[in-house]
């Protein structure tokens, strides 16, 4: 038995799912540690806790939100969650002459990710997971500013879902109380925000429609390093939160960015807090933690 029928036969056993197994079992399979070769995956990334997976193409962007059952309900068909950055009046989406080395944390369903991108002087050092058994998606955020002058830099998240995998019926929303996004329809929503290692919250927004009348979507709305602010749009619609962050020459801060997934908005916001009290520094480690004692558990060999 190889390596990776090990690894699916055990995934089954805990009972996280078939298609769950398979490409956590082969996600797992893919660590240098393992010295196995396997057949490249159609994304890079694939993140996941039997509930909500992620999977992330070689430029960094989600192409796979799951929830909250594997397999069933992709909540992008086929379009994008984009990360974007804004510098000394320059701005670029994730891809766009940045150059990214993509891999796991050893023996870990935890990403370890660097982008570079020359012409902005930048460096990211980005860490993303599932927690191991809440419905978060998470990720950390280095952001070295290679520069000798200190610079302020502005982070755009695009949240471009099709919830249950439909064109129409969705509802985008600025949260003031949370000062968060939100995106809901019927039984799901998602709610996004973050903040700096000094505590700082979503500096800027907007929410607007997409896909008609030709209109492309609120995503290129960041690209002039502005948001409008609209608050809520209905129907095909997406949204765009950003977070302005002052770095000293050849320095580093950090960005912390959480999706909290829930069948009502109370659900969510649950979520939400739970991530505020314990920091997602620290669910980052348990969920790292977690595999690893996962992984090394006797019942795998």
Known sequence: MDAIEKAYKNLLHRK??????????TALIRNDDF??????????IVLGNGVVTVALDRTLMVNDFFYPQVGLENHLAG?????????NNRFTWFGNGWQVEMKYLPETLVSKCIAR???FDIELEINDAVHYFLSLYLRKMAINNLNGVARKVRVFFAHDFHLYGEEN???AMYEPVLNALVHYKRRRCFLMNGTTDKKEGMKQ??????ESMGKEGTWKDAEDGDLQGNPI????VDSVMSFEIEIEPKSTRTLYYWIACGKSLSGARDLNSRVKATGVEQLLLETENYWSAWVTDKTWT
């Not at 996280?16 to 197994?21: Q, S």
């Not at 749009?233 to 095909?236: K, W």
């Open 16 to 25: 996280v799912g078939l298609f769950n197994a398979e490409i956590i079992a």
């Open 35 to 44: 010295r196995v070769k396997v057949i490249e995956m159609p994304r890079e």
């Open 79 to 87: 379009h994008r969650l984009r990360t974007g950055l804004w510098v």
């Open 117 to 119: 991108n020359p012409d």
């Open 169 to 171: 019926g969705d509802t």
């Open 205 to 210: 927004f907007a929410t607007g429609y997409k």
């Open 233 to 236: 749009a209905q129907g095909a």
